[in-house]
């Protein structure tokens, strides 16, 4: 895991809700001991037009607010089965950590409604990466974050389509498999995205995400799937996360969720560890200086009307307020 932050970042972000966010399990049901009703319903019997396709992959989507995983481990480039917890909130409350019993935290990264940021112990030096989401909108290094980080819940199926981004009607492609090819416009150009989709069930098998130049960005297969009849929804239980440029592989396997709970710590779920990450130094990656490892500085430099960062400071950074959100509704939500 001893690899450009930039690059994990970018890895990882695309592994797990939306770039401005994320969310205790009494009891336990084994993904082994599958009972009937967890067998996906059977949507189409033909191949569906466009419409209803984009309607059954928003279900997910329309239907959970809130995911949580239990048991959760994660294997990144050769690293295998490292402890993990994820939460998130819909729209784009984020937070995942990783760990080990012998190299003890290993990640640290997270999204509020006011920054996004990234730690690991394995950088060299382990700094802690940030940005504020208003400035790195308008940052140079955002034209380069090819995988957008709004994609993180998408690795879980969580989809927004729109019928304007769908290219065309679905076609078969295989046994049991619809294709569905979109395009997505990003600060470097538009996106392609295929989806691969199970053509009974309508849940997303695979998608591949490449740039405009056709370039391969990303390649994410999902599998695993379990229905939940109660909330009425189909999630992925292992997930295989390639990212042929950055050289790096990321395989999850999540024995459990909880969906629609309460988060145990609330909104310091997704609040800045400032206290934990305070004998790291913080780089602001949204600062028109920033120069990713590896990269030369240019010749000369100026940055008008915007202050380089202090060692231990977040500029602008404020303690998250309580967001004005509708409350979760505990008594739809269920561990699995």
Known sequence: MNRPPTILLIGLVALCCSAPGCR???GFTSPFGQRAQDTPPVLFSTIPAKEELIAA???PSSKIQSLQTQGATISVSGIPNIASEISLQRPGRFRFKASSSFMGQLVDMGSNDEMLWFWTSQGSPPDVYFARHDRLAASPIRQRLAVDPSMISEAFGLLDLKPEQVVGEPIAAGKDRLQLVCRQPSPGGDLTRMLFIHSKHGYVLE???TDAAGKPLLNARLSQQRHYALDGVTLPHEIDLNIPGGDMRVQLHVPRYSLNQPFPNGDA???????QLAQYQLIDIADPSFVPPGQQP????SSPGYPQPQPGVVPGYQTPRAASRAPLQPHRGRLY
Not at 269 to 275: H, K
Not at 298 to 301: F, H, L, T, V
């Open 298 to 301: 240019p010749a000369q430099y």
């Open 207 to 209: 998608q591949q995400i």
């Open 269 to 275: 779920t997704f609040a800045f560890p400032r206290e």
């Open 57 to 59: 992959l928003s279900v």
């Open 24 to 26: 205790s399990w009494p």
